[in-house]
T-cell receptor
Framework: SQTIHQWPATLVQPVGSPLSLECTVEGTSNPNLYWYRQAAGRGLQLLFYSVGIGQISSEVPQNLSASRPQDRQFILSSKKLLLSDSGFYLC?????????FGQGTRLTVV | GQQLNQSPQSMFIQEGEDVSMNCTSSSIFNTWLWYKQDPGEGPVLLIALYKAGELTSNGRLTAQFGITRKDSFLNISASIPSDVGIYFCAGTRGGAQKLVFGQGTRLTINP
């Protein structure tokens, strides 16, 4: 099965600072990759998904961007964080429809 | 935005009771998945459904892929304390197999 590595686990960043969250996948090739954000006690909001290298679909207008420089690497970025960017960010990978998740990054913007 | 409507949003039950939750959509889905999330962790896959009408069990859990491909349910029998958590339905649709989630059902169990 797939293994999703996501780091860091927790992050506290000041408003206006840049962000880079990285996700790498083991155990599969050419997966679909996803970034989700989860507010406390809420559902998972799809932010970006990618079906291949350099191919990014954005689901909601926001302060974030995503890139896929390699087949099994997915990066979530921001040039200037806002307070509203705080949340729990999850990377996921699907291959043949079953999705596997990383352990998540809890981002607090202060 | 969300394309799956999951209900109920929360459940408070006694240990030993059975649990039922469901997801519906106005769109047809190719796959239905059910996940459980513990606090501070990523969701873990419980059951995957691939064909309309499919009924699949995983221990005390049973899930079905609706015949119209627009809904699915998850049942948990004889609940135990470790069943506490948030349960999510998810589905894939379209050629790109985009994965979307329901809003979640928070399950609380009174011993």
């Amino acid at each position: 099965s797939q293994t999703i590595h996501q780091w860091p686990a927790t992050l506290v960043q000041p408003v206006g600072s840049p962000l880079s969250l990285e996700c790498t996948v083991e155990g599969t090739s050419n997966p679909n990759l996803y970034w989700y954000r989860q507010a406390a006690g809420r559902g998972l909001q799809l932010l970006f998904y990618s079906v291949g290298i350099g191919q990014i679909s954005s689901e909601v207008p926001q302060n974030l961007s995503a890139s896929r420089p390699q087949d099994r690497q997915f990066i979530l970025s921001s040039k200037k964080l806002l307070l509203s960017d705080s949340g729990f960010y999850l990377c996921a990978s699907t291959r043949n429809t079953e999705a596997f998740f990383g352990q998540g990054t809890r981002l607090t913007v202060v | 935005g969300q394309q799956l409507n999951q209900s109920p949003q929360s459940m408070f039950i006694q240990e030993g009771e059975d649990v039922s939750m469901n997801c519906t959509s106005s769109s047809i889905f190719n796959t239905w998945l059910w996940y459980k999330q513990d606090p501070g962790e990523g969701p873990v896959l419980l059951i995957a459904l691939y064909k309309a009408g499919e009924l699949t069990s995983n221990g005390r859990l049973t899930a079905q892929f609706g015949i119209t491909r627009k809904d699915s349910f998850l049942n948990i029998s004889a609940s135990i304390p470790s069943d506490v958590g948030i349960y999510f339905c998810a589905g894939t649709r379209g050629g790109a197999q985009k994965l979307v989630f329901g809003q979640g059902t928070r399950l609380t169990i009174n011993p």
